[in-house]
């Protein structure tokens, strides 16, 4: 779908489904309206795979018709060759149709799932964004839902077959001997005991792997991102030794997660083969002993080995059920998380006049020791341009993502037009708010589909006058294919300052009430300066604007200028009232002047 294209139905949001102390009723939930798939699914299976199970009867009693003509007649022979036919071939439609409804409810769920991730991280906080390796995320999103995919896959085409086969294995056995019945029955606490034994170890152990897969996806990401200083300090063969490293903990782990679960394989497999000679002795002396026809030998044997190659089945998927368990677990670290904006039931703002109020505002991040907002206190008029300057770490930055709405005070109120921003459904304000920032993030598609991102009609006539107040149009009438040029990942194929005229125009376009500037123009040179200085005059035109700079020449025409320090305002004025004394902002205006 285009960045631009129309809105369509959102999957399912999922999270409520989610305990992550109980990732089997998750599962459960998780196929809600799909439940008539699954015993769709089941009944066909039992039809489709009725031909195994008939198939030992027909032919124990073939051996007892042969081994006894006396008391049987040659045509019973045919009627069941003839049963078991007609049973065979009706394996090609219900096969279909059990493959059909199965994959119909699995694929729905690693649809929903996906989308439902996809819903929750763009609802999760910045917070949570910036101690969260994006990596991780792109794990969960991919290798995490597979791997749900792949649990779901096993219980329903491995251990639900399974478990039929040993129910219709020993409820045909109960209803001919019960003493044979019995000793199929051994077979389970043997299982159990198994899988009681192994279950810890394989739970932490895919865990433990879990962890390395996702720190290595992260860690290859911020790899990528860096290729260009990597390159540019020569840098190569430390970045090689540094992912090699994650690759070899991915690979210790996984070899000491297959070989546990060879060993649990291996374990179940001789315990079975034991239980399996041990059922043809029991079997062998009970028709020698004349307690049973030879020809129950060999449907018991039958039996028997449905029912030991199906526990050995369940016992042998244990450790992929284990593993889709844990990605379950992991899904629900994102799912479950309650770190996220909360914006239902609050006011949606339906216009903005753009006049703010800081009242005694505080911030402090989470991982912070002390506050990186202290104490602000500013009115801002609708349509004012107020520019915050100061050193780095200063908290300017901070301020303007408290005004976007990214964080909350940690203490004191922002106030939007009178209302407390608290009160605000936040999702609805920001589509009155344009942001320009630093490192202007476009995508891979064109430039017509970068400018009009989000919006679904956008008139040719809107399009070039954003483009004209951008100052955008004449280098991009220069491209060969104009608008539709495609910009490459991260917009790599244009300048910086092209780059940020587009940020512009797409700011522009959009008619926001409230500006938001991010040091605009810092990595550009004076020419490109320039031209996004004239941009810019026409973005902030009539509008509320914050605006962060380093370069003193880009907030000379702001209507007032806050000078931050240690996160609070020591200084506020116009810029010829800051510079006429003696206070911070001429420390900085002298230290810009020594710098140019």
Not at 37 to 59: D, E, G, N
Not at 152 to 162: A, E, G, K, Y
Not at 532 to 558: C, E, P
């Amino acid at each position: 779908m285009s960045k631009t294209g129309a809105a369509q139905k959102l999957p399912a949001d999922l999270s409520d489904s989610f305990q992550t102390s109980d990732p089997l009723k998750t599962l459960y939930h998780l196929y809600r309206g799909n439940y008539h798939r699954l015993m769709l699914s089941t009944v066909f299976y039992i039809i489709k795979h009725s031909p195994a199970w008939v198939l030992t009867v027909v032919s124990a009693n073939i051996i007892n018709i042969v081994s006894n003509p006396d008391k049987h007649d040659v045509h019973k022979i045919w009627i069941n060759i003839a049963v078991i036919l007609v049973m065979i071939v009706q394996n090609v439609f219900t096969n279909t149709l059990y493959v059909r409804f199965h994959s119909e409810a699995i694929r729905s769920v690693e649809s929903r799932l996906r989308g439902s991730l996809i819903r929750k991280i763009q609802q999760l906080s910045f917070s949570f964004h910036n101690e969260y390796q994006s990596g991780k995320l792109q794990s969960k999103v991919l290798r995490d839902v597979e791997g749900v995919e792949n649990l779901s896959r096993q219980l329903i085409t491995n251990f639900v077959p399974c478990l039929l086969s040993v129910i219709v294995a020993l409820g045909y056995t109960l209803s001919r001997n019960l003493t044979i019945a019995l000793f199929y029955l051994l077979t389970i606490p043997v299982a159990s005991a198994l899988i009681y034994f192994f279950r810890n170890s394989m739970r932490n152990k895919n865990r433990v792997f879990r962890k390395e897969i996702e720190n290595m996806v992260a860690r290859i990401s911020e790899s990528i991102e860096m290729l260009p200083v990597t390159r540019a300090h020569g840098l190569e063969n430390i970045e090689i030794q540094t992912i090699t490293h994650h690759l070899e903990q991915v690979q210790t782990e996984g070899l000491r997660l297959d070989i546990l679960n060879a060993a649990f394989g291996a374990s179940a497999w001789v315990a079975f083969q034991t239980f399996q000679i041990a059922c043809l002795l029991v079997t062998a002396y009970m028709a020698f002993r004349g307690l049973i026809p030879p020809g129950d030998i060999v449907m018991y044997q039958g039996f028997f080995n449905t029912i030991t190659s199906s526990v050995n089945g369940l016992i042998n998927i244990y450790p992929q059920l284990t593993r889709g368990l844990e990605s379950l677990r992991s899904i629900g670290e994102i799912l479950a998380s309650s770190d996220f904006e909360h914006n239902k039931g609050k006011k949606a703002v339906t216009d903005i006049q753009g006049r703010f109020s800081f009242q005694d505002v505080y911030f402090a991040y989470p991982s912070g020791n002390a506050a990186a907002i202290r104490g602000i206190n500013l009115e801002v008029a609708p349509g004012e341009c107020i520019a915050f300057v100061g050193e780095s770490g200063a908290g300017k930055s901070t301020l303007l993502n408290l005004i976007i709405g990214f964080y909350r005070p940690t203490a004191g109120h922002i106030l939007l037009d009178g209302e407390d921003m608290e009160n605000l459904d936040l999702r609805t304000y920001r589509r009155h708010l344009a942001v320009v920032p630093q490192n202007t993030i476009l995508f891979s598609g064109t430039i017509r589909e970068n400018i009009t991102y989000g919006l679904p009609s956008v008139t040719d006539e809107q399009l070039n006058q954003a483009l004209e107040a951008a100052c955008a149009k004449e280098f991009i009438d220069r491209l060969p294919e104009g608008l539709d040029t495609r910009i490459g990942e991260h917009g790599g194929k244009l300048s910086g300052g092209q780059r940020q005229r587009i940020a512009i125009a797409r700011a522009l376009i959009r008619d926001p009430k409230v500006i938001i500037l991010d040091e605009p123009t810092s990595a550009l040179d004076l020419i490109s300066e320039a031209q996004v200085k004239t941009a810019l005059k026409a973005l902030i035109k009539g509008r509320t604007t914050f605006i962060v700079a380093h370069r003193l020449s880009t907030i000379r025409d702001a209507d007032r200028i806050a000078v931050i320090k240690n996160g609070t305002i020591v200084e506020i004025g116009t810029y010829d009232q800051l510079t006429a004394k003696n206070g911070e902002f001429k420390k900085l205006e002298s230290l810009y002047q020594q710098a140019t």
